[in-house]
Nanobody, 113 residues
């Protein structure tokens, strides 16, 4: 099993933007998603994209974040706009493919002035 690999995290000021990327080995998947975990908080779903293209978002990120996927590159993206300090967390890529669940190592996103 090859873990998906995230990139694109970093430090950004409130109101700024970041784009996260997740490269997966699988070209066929059931669900790909972004989760995040802040210190002392349970990991939570941020956004999910299904193989048919349907997307789901947490209420806290609706209208600010956009999940997408480039099938030619086996890559999923999370465009994050209007970032807030409460978006600070480690963001994880999740892949459900062929009955297997794979997690990435995570990428840190810090929103601070």
């Amino acid at each position: 099993q090859v873990q998906p690999v995230e990139s694109g995290g970093g430090l950004v000021q409130p109101g700024g933007s970041l784009r996260l990327s997740c490269v997966a080995a699988e070209s066929i998947f059931t669900v790909m998603a972004w989760y995040r975990q802040a210190p002392g908080v349970q990991r939570e779903l941020v956004a999910r994209i299904q193989s048919d293209g349907r997307t789901t978002y947490a209420d806290s990120v609706k209208d600010r974040f956009t999940i997408s996927r480039d099938n030619s590159k086996n890559t999923m993206y999370l465009q994050m706009n209007s970032l807030k300090p409460e978006d600070t967390a480690v963001y994880y890529c999740y892949v459900l493919a062929l009955g297997r669940i794979l997690w990435g190592q995570g990428t840190q996103v810090t929103v601070s002035s």
